[in-house]
């Protein structure tokens, strides 16, 4: 084996390790990037039932109303 060979071997070793480590970080960044798209699930998961639960009290209120103003009309023209 002369210089050469060498040399490019001790540069392919350092390159693999450094490209081991840039690995390591990036698996590391994608648990954390994981982790945080689980919560930000589970949040969009409650504001969607807090918002179903709003949309059925509206249209709650609309059928009220409706019926309020049902009742008053058939009052009303009774007379």
Do not use: P
Not at 21 to 49: I, R, Y
Request: hydrophobic fraction near 55%.
């Amino acid at each position: 084996m002369d210089i050469q060979e060498a040399a490019e071997g001790l540069a392919r070793q350092a390159a693999s390790e450094a490209l081991a480590e840039c690995s390591e970080q990036l698996a590391m960044a994608g648990v954390v990037l994981g982790v945080a798209g689980v919560a930000e699930a589970e949040t969009a998961l409650e504001e969607a039932d807090l918002a179903r639960e709003i949309a059925m009290a509206g249209v709650t209120d609309i059928a009220e109303g409706a019926a309020l103003l049902g009742a008053a009309d058939t009052a009303t023209s009774g007379k």
